[in-house]
């Protein structure tokens, strides 16, 4: 088995590694977005070359979050590489120690990372990009409707209704842009109406400009038409926050709320089970980035294996992504579309490495 004092030698190394990794990915994104603000300054007499760096700070956790495997992946790299350039690896194996025993230390970080990415990174790059927004709304005096393109599912004591709006307020209280299409009791449709602009008041909709729309009579225009409802600013607030701005301590009870008022969780429950599984997924990239990486450096064919695993972790983010649309469309569950990607790419690099190793 291998020793105590080996197992930190290389768990150290490999933590030094992947996190200057992402260190360096931070970096790259901060400045690259630290530009774009500083071209965008220039609309705004309040911007300033110190608020800009300050609000880019603010803004930078949130996108080095969704490089977090990347960064895994050729820091995972580079550290294997490393210890087999200096011949590490090659005394390790001489002595007896397996790949699967190499692989203890660098996964057991790696999980450790993940959890601490989940728990305390995750929760404060959302507060951080939470205050950016309010920065730069406040800067660059952004539009005081923001386009949503939201559809809205209610029940109340006039039948149910589903409700279509194109843009909100800060608030949550002042809409544009309604579709409302009318049901009774037994879901037979009565009504649609359009209307420019409304407001959500405690148990109704006001509607203003509004054009109703009978099946069997002529359009009528309505300057104010008042709409029975069962939610509540808080409820129509918080439908509208994108999964990747909530915490991930928050999001099970909006997850809940959301469902409450009628309204389709999925994006909710899906960003959760990612980022309950993002710990697995860290390790598949580990696992990859071992199946290209563990060759003796003085065999030659370096740049095909770093070539390789390049390819073998865009493939895997590509299929994260297509899964993770799948899961949000409805058509995979939101436990499976989370957590198959961490558990396909767990099992491909254990086969290969089974197959180089073991076969």
């Known amino acids: 088995m291998i020793g105590r004092t080996l197992s930190f030698y290389f768990a150290q190394r490999f933590a030094r590694t992947v996190i ?96 601490l990415s989940v728990v305390a990174y995750n929760p404060a790059s959302t507060w951080m990009k939470d205050k950016a927004d309010s920065i730069e709304s406040s800067v660059f005096g952004g539009p005081a409707l ?114 409450r008022a009628g309204l389709d969780p999925t994006a909710y429950q899906l960003k959760y089970q990612e980022l309950l599984a993002r710990p697995l997924t860290l390790a598949s990239m580990v696992l990859v980035a071992a199946c290209f990486s563990l060759r003796f450096f003085r065999m030659g064919g370096i740049e095909y294996m770093v070539s390789g695993g390049v390819v073998a972790g865009f493939v895997l983010y590509v299929a994260t992504k297509v899964v993770s649309d799948l899961g949000g469309a409805g058509f995979l569950g939101t436990s499976v579309a989370g957590w198959a990607p961490g558990v396909v790419g767990c099992l491909f690099g254990v086969y290969v490495l089974l197959q180089r190793e073991d076969g």
């Open 146 to 259: 923001g386009s949503i393109g939201m559809w809205i599912r209610q029940k109340s004591i006039d039948g149910q209704a589903v409700i279509g709006v194109g843009a909100r307020s800060e608030n949550g209280a002042e809409f544009k842009g309604f579709q409302v299409y009318n049901f009774d009791d037994k879901g037979n449709f009565v009504e649609r109406l359009e209307a420019a602009s409304g407001e959500l008041h405690d148990g109704y909709w006001v509607l203003h400009d509004a054009v109703v729309v009978t099946p069997g009579f002529e359009a009528l225009p309505v300057s104010v038409y008042l709409l029975a409802t069962n939610l509540d600013r808080n409820e129509v607030a918080q439908a509208f926050v994108a999964p990747e701005t909530v915490s991930f301590w928050r999001l099970p009870g909006l997850a809940n709320q959301t469902a």
């Open 20 to 115: 200057a990794a992402f260190m360096l990915v931070f970096v790259l994104i901060y400045a690259v977005d630290l530009v774009e603000l500083l071209r965008r300054s220039g609309d705004s007499q309040r911007a300033s070359g110190v608020l800009m760096a300050g609000l880019s700070f603010l803004r930078t956790p949130t996108f080095a979050e969704q490089a977090l495997p990347f960064a895994v992946l050729f820091g995972s790299m580079i550290a294997f590489l490393n210890l087999s350039r200096k011949m590490e690896l090659v005394v390790a194996r001489a002595a007896g120690v397996s790949v699967w025993q190499i692989l203890i230390p660098p996964i057991g970080v790696i999980i450790a990372i993940g959890i």
